[in-house]
């Protein structure tokens, strides 16, 4: 009895905590309209070297969501930035001219710490 596997039949002997597109591990992320999410914008240089960043908190809404918007900031303010763990981060002290920015788009935000 010879039994032919392809490459693609992957057969899992042992896992210890499933797989990683398990329904179970993903968090379901409730998207609120613009207005109705309290946003936080903040400069700040902790962990960060010595590097001032512009760190802007407080999202309900999905990932890619956050991509679009994470480069729209980046191209206005003309600089580098990221997003991490629900949270975008762009280079420089850009605190005013992203709070305006969030405004136009309908974001209920403020700027916080000093």
Do not use: W
């Amino acid at each position: 009895m010879s039994s032919s596997k392809s490459k693609s039949d992957k057969r899992i002997i042992y896992q210890e905590f499933g797989n990683d597109n398990s329904p179970a591990l993903e968090r379901p992320v409730q998207e609120l309209p613009p207005n109705q999410q309290n946003v936080r914008v903040q400069a700040t240089r902790a962990g960060r070297k010595g590097k001032t960043v512009t760190v802007i908190t407080g999202f309900q809404t999905k990932p890619e969501t956050l991509n679009a918007l994470l480069k729209q900031l980046k191209t206005q303010c003309g600089t580098g930035g990221t997003l991490k763990e629900n949270e975008i981060e762009i280079q420089g002290d850009h605190k005013q001219k992203i709070l305006e920015i969030l405004v136009k788009l309908g974001y209920k935000a403020k700027i916080s710490g000093g």
